[in-house]
C-alpha cells in the first residue's frame, strides 16, 4: 500500500522535506510512518491528521492516506 | 456560511458589510458579532517585521467549515463567516475574521467567541516571525 | 474613547475602520470585537414599520461614557467605541455599535460583551413601534 | 427649592408633559416629587434619576436638581 505524508511548518523544515511517500507491505501506524519518512525524532508536541482529520498517532493507515504532520497551531 | 483563506490583505469592515448585503436577509438579524485579529507589531518582547501564515491547504477548510456548521448546532444563529489570512503579512494587517449573525445578542457573541476559541486551537495555520535578528516560528497560542 | 448619539442613520463598518485609522495606534492591538444590533422588521409576532428611539440628552451619554471607564477598569484593552441610533428608523438600519480594541482576544471579547450588556439594562433609551395598527412602547429588552 | 422633573418616553404620554417645575418649602423625596407633579399613580417598574445619575424613588431631593422619571430602558 502507499501513503503520502506530508510535514507542516516547524517539522517540515526540521525533516527537511514538505511531502514524502511511503509504500509498505504491512499495516502502519502514524508513529511507525513518521520513523520511516522522519530523519528525526517524533517531537512529543506533534499533530498528526489523515485525510484531513485529527487522530492520534497509534491511528493506523490504509492504502492511499493522505497523513500530516504538523507542530501545535497558531493561526488566528 | 462562508470560510475563505486570503493570500492577499483584506478589508475585514468592507467584507463584512458585503457578507450582509448579499447573504443577510435585511430586517431579521438583530445582532451581528464579529472579532477582527489583527498583526501587532511586537510579540514576546521582540518587534516583528514581517509574519508568515502557513496552513494545511484543504484541511484548514475542512476544519473551518466543520467549526461553523456546529456553531449553526450549537445556537440559534442565522449565519456565520470565517476569514483568514495566509502569506507574508506586515504590522497591523488583519490576519483573522469571524462575523456570526443572529435574531439576539446571546448566540452571536457566544458562537462568535466559540468560533475564535476552536480556531485558534485546533484550525492548521501556523506562524513565522521575521524579527530583527532572524526568523523565528510562534510556538503556542497565547490561552486568551 | 468615543461614546456618540447619532440622529441619524449610520454605517457601523465604515465608524470603525474610521474610529481605529484615527484612534488606534497601528501594530498595538491584536483584537477587536465588535456589536451590531439592528432593527428588526418584526418584534413579538409583529411587523414593525418604523422604530422611533427616545433618550435622555445627557444622561444617556454620561452613562455610556461611564460604563466605558468601568470597562477600562476592568479589563486591559486599549480604547473602545459606543455609537447609538436616536429618532426614527426604518428595519435593517444599525442601532448600536459597541467596538473594543485590546492586545489580545479574551479582554475584546469581554469588555464588548459587558459593553453590550449593561447598555441594554440600564442606558437611558426607550423603543417605540409602528404597527399597522398603531405604535406601542417596547415594555422591556429580551434577557440575552 | 426648586426642582426641574422630567418624564421620559410612555411615562411622558401617560403623565401628559414632559417636563414641570416644583417650588416647595421644605425637602421632598422623589417620591413625593412625583405625586406632586403627576396626575398619575407612580408605576412600580418607574425608575428615577437626579442630577442623571440613578437613585431610588426615597432619594431625597436638593435645590437646583435636575429629576427624571422614566420607565424600563429599552435601548441596543
Known amino acids: 500500500m502507499t501513503i503520502t505524508v506530508k510535514f507542516f511548518a516547524s517539522l517540515r523544515e526540521r525533516v527537511g522535506k514538505g511531502e514524502a511517500s511511503l509504500t509498505s507491505a504491512r499495516s502502519v501506524s502514524l508513529y511507525d510512518i513518521w520513523q520511516q519518512t522522519a530523519n528525526i525524532p517524533m517531537p512529543d508536541n506533534t499533530l498528526c491528521a489523515v485525510n484531513m482529520e485529527y487522530v492520534d498517532r497509534n491511528h493506523v493507515a490504509q492504502d492511499g492516506d493522505e497523513v500530516a504532520f504538523f507542530p501545535p497551531v497558531t493561526g488566528g | ?144
Open chain 2, 1 to 144: 456560511m462562508a470560510v475563505e483563506i486570503r493570500p492577499q490583505a483584506f478589508d475585514p469592515w468592507q467584507t463584512m458589510q458585503h457578507y450582509q448585503q448579499q447573504h443577510i436577509a435585511p430586517g431579521k438579524h438583530g445582532a451581528c458579532a464579529s472579532f477582527i485579529g489583527s498583526m501587532r507589531d511586537f510579540n514576546e518582547g521582540d518587534d516583528v517585521q514581517v509574519m508568515t501564515l502557513e496552513h494545511y491547504p484543504g484541511m484548514t477548510e475542512k476544519y473551518l467549515e466543520k467549526i461553523c456548521a456546529e456553531a449553526k448546532s450549537r445556537w440559534d444563529i442565522i449565519d456565520c463567516l470565517i476569514i483568514h489570512r495566509v502569506g507574508d503579512m506586515q504590522p497591523n494587517d488583519p490576519i483573522v475574521l469571524t462575523a456570526v449573525w443572529s435574531a439576539h445578542r446571546g448566540a452571536a457573541f457566544e458562537a462568535c467567541r466559540y468560533l475564535m476559541e476552536e480556531l485558534k486551537s485546533r484550525a492548521p495555520f501556523w506562524k513565522k516571525e521575521t524579527l530583527q535578528q532572524g526568523e523565528r516560528w510562534v510556538e503556542h497560542n497565547t490561552p486568551l
